[in-house]
């Protein structure tokens, strides 16, 4: 189990992509800019999610394979606000957007906010995730927009070292104990509802998809759909029946999750404003 | 017969530790010297575990993205200086999980400062510049240590510490150019992290049973009151530098000895929380132990998964 994700993470993201900015309307500016940020956010969210289990994890090569899947999402989420601040073109930094912006403000997915749980609740996790940020970053490197297929080619390395660990682990999981079973099972139950929302596309992404700034989600969905009964029919576990999906994230209406997610990380920067840190 | 043989291995041993030749697992060593390098090799694995917690209290509240990434790779490095040291302790053959175990039950010792709460953002500045920069001064000459895995694990250890010391420095000098409120966040988390960081040096020379023994073996290579000397010398200005106050009024210049002459340490507080009596010994231990317990269905379900796969293809071959 010595792979990359054992490996410490030396290698912090700093500031790479130098591309000057397209020529857009300022209606798709905006589009372009309320996007990014969600991507953004979604990244971020996950990010201190899995943040929290440092130290904390289970078995030491996995608590750092945590913190590094963390790190590449933070990455991500740094690179995609930086990018959203300069379309913003407001003088905002990546902080600005982070740490200013209130729980109604953000639009991340429900999924991703959701309480780890215990270590197959968040391998759950982020295996939905997982498989939907490798098929979907696979088709945003061939976006019209060249700052997002840049960002999208450089996360997809990384994510697919994520979608790789965390269908390892649903397999592990799934046919380990009964127990590892039974709480697999369990974190379908609890966490299956929140998939579909990745795929639900708002009135923002279908007017991007139309303009063929991000692709549609017919085929990553389909892609989807075959990795994910691929690893649970391996993992011995059944495939959740069709069921209600929660959704709202993506427009602001949250679980009461974010709140706290949000009152740790922006305590410095709302307890002390505008300093330097 | 048997004695002749033994000293005979003995001489050999010897012999490599004066001609500074390296011991290696397979080589002949007294117990006495494999017992003392388990006990300290283990206590480091475990201070660097244990020392993720303090540290990773701040993960979720670092005040930006960058210092989010950072805090999170450093706190990560910690884990892997862990494996790495777990990893040399074994060769001396004792297991991780036996070693996890002493740690646990409390048995086995991890160094002192992590049971020092982090209550301030600038504890993380302090941390870094202050514990790492003891920590360094302390691991430096162990990458001359005479167990070969021990000095190999320590040269890579020590890579990374210098980037953690810079990043603890960086974080203090930011807070020290910053609002009257950082200032005295910094001042105050320097006040509390002082005492405590000249402790992890261990006790005085002629209260360290050990030193003497470890010396001759070249396990260590200064003594405790020696590295605290370089360290105070090394720190005194880098405080200045930041703008900060060492908070010992006796602390002076000493022209004849070249070296700061500081006031007294307060050894009932040291040997108090190696005790166990410090503010957050209890809740270091209950965390790993929480850590443990928690993940005890993983470890059994990974275990249980291999042993199925492993059957499965000596099935189907």
Not at chain 2, 202 to 219: C, L, V, Y
């Amino acid at each position: 189990m010595m792979d990359h994700h054992t490996q410490p993470a030396h290698v912090l993201h700093e500031l790479q992509f130098k591309t000057p900015l397209q020529e857009y309307s300022p209606e798709v500016r905006q589009l372009v800019f309320d996007y990014t940020l969600q991507l953004a956010d979604t990244s971020l969210i996950l990010s201190h999610r899995l943040a929290e289990w440092c130290g904390h994890g289970p078995i030491l090569e996995q608590d750092m394979a945590m913190t590094n899947i963390s790190l590449d999402l933070l990455g991500e989420a740094r690179n995609l606000y930086q990018y959203a601040a300069e379309l913003e073109g407001k003088g905002h930094t990546e902080d600005d957007l982070a740490y200013l912006r209130d729980a109604v403000a953000y639009k991340n997915p429900l999924l991703v906010e959701q309480p780890n749980g215990n270590f197959g609740d968040t391998v759950l996790r982020q295996f939905i995730f997982d498989t939907f940020h490798y098929f979907f970053l696979k088709e945003l490197q061939n976006s019209t927009d060249h700052r997002l297929a840049a960002i999208a080619e450089k996360s997809l390395k990384e994510a697919s070292y994520h979608i790789k660990w965390s269908s390892e682990w649903v397999i592990r999981l799934g046919d380990g104990t009964e127990e590892s079973k039974k709480r697999m099972e369990a974190a379908i139950d609890e966490l299956w509802t929140y998939s579909g929302e990745l795929f639900e596309a708002t009135p923002t992404e279908k007017a991007l998809q139309e303009l063929d700034i991000i692709p549609d989600y017919t085929s990553i969905k389909a892609e989807w759909d075959k990795h994910v009964a691929q690893v649970l029919q391996e993992a011995t576990l059944a495939l959740p029946q069709d069921q209600w999906m929660q959704s709202g994230g993506k427009y602001g209406r949250h679980s009461e999750h974010l709140g706290y997610i949000l009152s740790d990380l922006q305590y410095l920067q709302r307890t002390y404003p505008g300093q330097k840190w | 017969m048997e004695t002749i043989v033994e000293k005979s291995l003995e001489d050999i041993f010897e012999e490599k530790i004066a001609s500074e030749i390296r011991i290696e697992p397979k080589d002949w060593m007294p117990e006495k010297y494999r017992k003392t390098l388990v006990r300290q090799i283990s206590q480091h694995a475990h201070s660097e575990i244990v020392g993720m917690l303090p540290e990773g209290n701040w993960i979720t509240r670092a005040p930006s993205l960058k210092r989010k990434a950072i805090l999170l790779a450093k706190v990560q490095d910690e884990a892997g200086h862990g494996l790495y040291l777990y990893s040399a302790a074994e060769t001396l053959g004792t297991s991780r999980d036996q070693m996890f175990e002493d740690l646990l039950s409390g048995k086995a010792k991890y160094s002192s400062i992590f049971n020092y709460p982090t209550l301030s953002w600038a504890d993380v500045g302090a941390i870094g510049w202050l514990v790492d920069g003891a920590a360094i001064m302390n691991q430096v000459p162990l990458c001359r240590t005479s167990y070969g895995p021990y000095a190999r694990a320590m040269v890579r250890v020590c890579k990374e510490e210098s980037f953690h010391q810079r990043q603890g420095f960086e974080i203090m000098m930011t807070l020290c150019n910053g609002s009257e409120e950082q200032k005295e966040m910094a001042q105050e988390a320097f006040n509390r992290w002082w005492w405590p960081t000249l402790m992890m040096f261990g006790p005085k020379d002629e209260e360290s049973p050990n030193t003497e023994q470890s010396m001759r073996w070249k396990i260590k290579r200064f003594t405790n009151d020696e590295l605290r000397q370089r360290f105070v010398d090394m720190m005194v200005p880098q405080a200045e530098f930041l703008g900060l106050t060492v908070p010992d009024k006796d602390l002076k210049w000493n022209e004849a000895k070249g070296g700061y002459d500081f006031g007294a340490i307060d050894w009932n507080e040291f040997w108090n929380v190696v005790k166990g009596n410090g503010p957050c010994n209890k809740d270091r231990l209950k965390a790993r132990n929480k850590a443990q317990e928690e993940g005890a269905w993983v470890r059994e379900a990974a275990m249980a998964y291999a042993e199925k796969a492993a059957t499965r293809e000596k099935k189907s071959a």
